[in-house]
Nanobody
């Protein structure tokens, strides 16, 4: 069974940092573009950041540039979302998603992904 599971959601103070993990089971992430998405209460799901399967391309939404990064650890079959200088408006359920695209050098933060995790809650509040 192909599965993605997110870990690391927590309550964090404004200005703090957090690392989310996206672990794959049933398949290897090497040939997949990976995207992180989030959905705040009452809002539509939005794309946050993505990394191409080759690792050569990363795309961001403007609101997280300079604060969020993404990294792949193919040996651990995991992708990480590194968040810093968190703001209350970053509060949301965060989802990772995978799209099979071997040797990809471009990824999208549009929700055109075939496999999704169930999400992990991030709350930024004092």
């Amino acid at each position: 069974q192909l599965q993605l599971v997110e870990y690391g959601g927590a309550l964090v103070h404004p200005g703090g940092r957090l690392r989310l993990s996206c672990e794959a089971s049933g398949f290897t992430l090497d040939h997949y573009d990976i995207g992180w998405f989030r959905q705040a209460p009452g809002k539509e799901r939005e794309g946050v950041i993505c990394v191409s399967s080759s690792g050569s391309s990363i795309n961001y939404t403007d609101s997280v540039k300079g604060r969020f990064t993404i990294s792949r650890d193919n040996a651990k079959n995991t992708v990480f979302l590194h968040m810093s200088r968190l703001k209350p408006e970053d509060t949301a359920v965060y989802y990772c998603a995978a799209n099979y695209k071997p040797n990809s050098d471009y990824c999208t933060i549009q929700p055109h992904y075939g496999l999704w995790g169930r999400g992990t809650q991030v709350i930024v509040s004092s």
